[in-house]
């Protein structure tokens, strides 16, 4: 019998479809370990969400080896699944206010638990309709979605990279198998500032600035 393949293009969809706004697969909890070198967290996951059998290791390296996140202002975790990436977030910059976004209900119910599990209480899970329209992110951190789509993938991007504040940044990672070279040079093109910080294990990690004008002109015009 074949070895299980356990490479990102397979292991995301192992549980059906983490983008569902209501999994269908029926609920069964359990706890996953998040260890990095400056923490330690046992995050309660389930069915129907991303990575739900440990934390994905794109999600890892870019939290090993992203910068330091901003310790003050808005801080964005887009497709945040169960939280381990907006839960470091918040435990790394405790002044700051970290977003949770996410489509699947069950996931905001689970970034809830755990954030209040683990005594964070600067942490906000919500839907994307439910961040208020002046809010200005000083950073955005994902471990972006592919599976919805090439399509749909660019137009959430530039939803929320344009909702940067001018001098913020966005880190992305993303697997060299799933476009992550491709997506870098189409957000070039789009007029932001591309830079890869770090390749391993095929994941590329991506730092991404705004484009010029983008928070400015939108805040002008609300």
Not at 65 to 76: F, M, N, Q
């Amino acid at each position: 019998m074949p070895a299980p393949d356990h490479s990102p293009r397979v292991a995301a969809v192992n549980a059906g479809q983490y983008f569902e706004s209501e999994p269908s697969s029926p609920s069964r909890r359990h706890t996953v370990p998040l260890a990095l070198p400056d923490l330690s967290l046992a995050l309660t996951t389930d069915r129907g969400v991303f990575a739900r059998d440990g934390v994905d290791p794109g999600t890892k390296l870019l939290l090993l080896e992203g910068p330091v996140p901003a310790t003050s202002g808005d801080l964005l975790d887009l497709g945040c699944g169960y939280g381990p990436i907006a839960l470091t977030l918040a435990r790394r910059a405790p002044e700051a206010t970290v977003w949770a976004l996410d489509v699947n209900r069950r996931a905001l119910e689970l970034t809830t638990l755990n954030a209040a599990a683990c005594e964070l209480s600067n942490v906000r899970a919500v839907a994307g309709e439910d961040v208020p329209h002046d809010v200005r992110f000083v950073e955005i951190w994902s471990n972006p979605p592919i599976r919805i789509g090439k399509a749909a993938l660019q137009s959430l991007l530039v939803t929320w990279l344009d909702r940067l504040a001018p001098n913020g940044r966005a880190l992305l990672v993303i697997h060299k198998h799933l476009g992550a070279d491709s997506l870098a040079r189409w957000l070039n093109d789009q007029g932001y500032a591309t830079e890869r910080l770090t390749s391993r294990m095929g994941y590329r990690l991506i730092e991404v600035h705004p484009r010029p004008g983008d928070a400015t002109t939108k805040e002008a015009s609300a």
